[in-house]
């Protein structure tokens, strides 16, 4: 296949819409033509329903230890943003290409599958990983599969690169994000009758002060030395949902809330100690007024912290290959605790910013594109020595 540039190849990817509740497989069924071009087989990995799918690929000796580089497929929504063009259809504007995921993160992607020609045309001493995954910005769903897949066929990796949009600058943390929600059943009733029945909205209020009193707790414990912005663990709800009329009494609430963790073990404890408040004080008085009350907790999405390593064998290789000397925190979440989890060394640096991303007129510049081709370059080179 004819070397394309990582412009060409942006153009393609954003060309498919890859918003995270749509299908990607026309994406990976493009990716997957495009390596088998330069004769590099890809490894799919579907999820349950077969309408989603991972794409694996090594370049280089499978058996020894090497790098991964790691994108995620899919996009966020257009919906109720006002476009000035298709999302769909990469426009240039300058040095700017605009279109949904060109900073978020398809430039990545577009810049290491523009790589794949010089990762063959040496032989390299350890391989090259390309991960790509699914359902990335819904909770990072895909990448489960891909590291199960790497543990069953491979020797540890060296390091990986996740290359979400940090402006080619080098990031060595972000806080876990844990979605959660809290259903409340009690007994609906007419509003005169309160005494027939359980009112599931104001004993949800008492579970959501219990969840306010740990957000003050946090926040008035910051901790020495964070490297976050907010320097604690955050925790918030955002939605409650409960009740039919002003006049009864609500037989049901529910709630999501939020956890944003400075640290690993986090979550769990604060659900544990959420339970125990529930089950011990709020479940008791509630089932005093109706035996079938009950309050459930249910964890939808629990993305681990990207804890910061200084030193470690990622960050020092991805300082040298873009050239940066400082290494920052995001207050966005990724893949790379999960591979941190994983126990592989991981770091982020990708082009584009998350300011650029997520945003109407979504862009990335050139200049950062071919930054990120450096980048790539630079690791190549060293993989190629290693
Ligand atoms: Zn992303």
């Given at each position: 296949m004819a070397h394309s540039s990582e412009i060409e190849l942006l153009g393609r990817l954003v060309g498919f819409n890859t918003v995270s509740s749509r299908s990607n497989l026309e994406a990976i069924d493009f990716i997957k033509a495009y390596l088998?071009?330069?004769?590099?087989?890809?490894?799919?990995?579907?999820?349950?329903?077969?309408?989603k799918a991972n794409l694996f690929a090594t370049i280089g000796p499978a058996d020894r230890p090497g790098y991964v580089l790691s994108g995620h497929t899919d996009v966020v929504p257009v919906d109720g943003q006002e476009w000035s063009r298709d999302p769909f259809d990469m426009w240039r504007d300058g040095d700017r290409l605009h279109g949904r995921g060109t900073s978020d993160m398809k430039g990545f992607i577009a810049c290491a599958l523009a790589g794949i020609p010089?990762?063959?045309?040496?032989?390299?001493?350890?391989?090259?990983?390309?991960?790509?995954?699914?359902?990335?910005?819904?909770?990072?769903?895909?990448?489960?599969?891909?590291?199960?897949?790497?543990?069953?066929t491979l020797p540890p990796q060296l390091a990986v690169f996740v290359g979400e949009p940090t402006g080619m600058g080098v990031v060595g943390?972000?806080?876990?994000?844990?979605?959660?929600?809290?259903?409340?059943?009690?007994?609906?009733?007419h509003s005169s009758r309160p005494d027939?029945?359980?009112?599931?909205?104001?004993?949800?209020?008492?579970?959501?002060?219990?969840?306010?009193?740990?957000?003050?707790?946090?926040?008035?414990?910051?901790?020495?030395?964070?490297?976050?912005?907010?320097?604690?663990?955050?925790?918030?709800v955002?939605?409650?949902?409960?009740?039919?009329?002003?006049?009864?009494?609500?037989?049901?609430?529910?709630?999501?809330?939020?956890?944003?963790?400075?640290s690993g073990g986090v979550v769990e404890t604060l659900v544990e100690r959420f339970r125990a408040f529930s089950d011990g004080k709020v479940v008791p008085a509630m089932k005093e007024g109706f035996a079938g009350s009950a309050v459930a907790t249910n964890i939808a999405y629990d993305v681990p912290p990207f804890v910061p390593d200084a030193g470690s064998h990622a960050e020092t290789l991805a300082k040298r290959f873009a050239g940066r000397n400082e290494v920052t925190a995001v207050n966005y979440g990724s893949e790379a605790g999960i591979f941190q989890s994983a126990g592989m060394s991981t770091i982020l640096c990708g082009p584009g910013r998350d300011s650029e991303a997520h945003i109407t007129d979504e862009w990335i510049t050139v200049e950062q594109l071919e930054r990120c081709v450096g980048f790539i370059d630079r690791l190549i080179d060293h993989a190629r020595h290693a």
């Open positions: 088998a071009g330069f004769g590099v087989e890809s490894v799919i990995i579907p999820d349950a329903t077969g309408t010089a990762m063959l045309k040496e032989p390299l001493a350890a391989p090259i990983h390309l991960a790509l995954s699914y359902d990335e910005e819904v909770g990072c769903l895909g990448v489960h599969g891909i590291i199960e897949h790497m543990a069953k943390g972000h806080k876990g994000s844990a979605g959660l929600l809290t259903t409340v059943t009690g007994k609906a009733c027939l029945g359980v009112n599931a909205i104001f004993h949800a209020m008492d579970l959501m002060g219990e969840l306010r009193s740990y957000a003050n707790e946090l926040r008035s414990a910051p901790e020495a030395g964070s490297p976050f912005d907010v320097p604690y663990t955050t925790v918030s955002g939605v409650v949902q409960g009740g039919t009329a002003r006049n009864a009494i609500p037989g049901d609430c529910a709630f999501q809330w939020d956890v944003r963790a400075t």
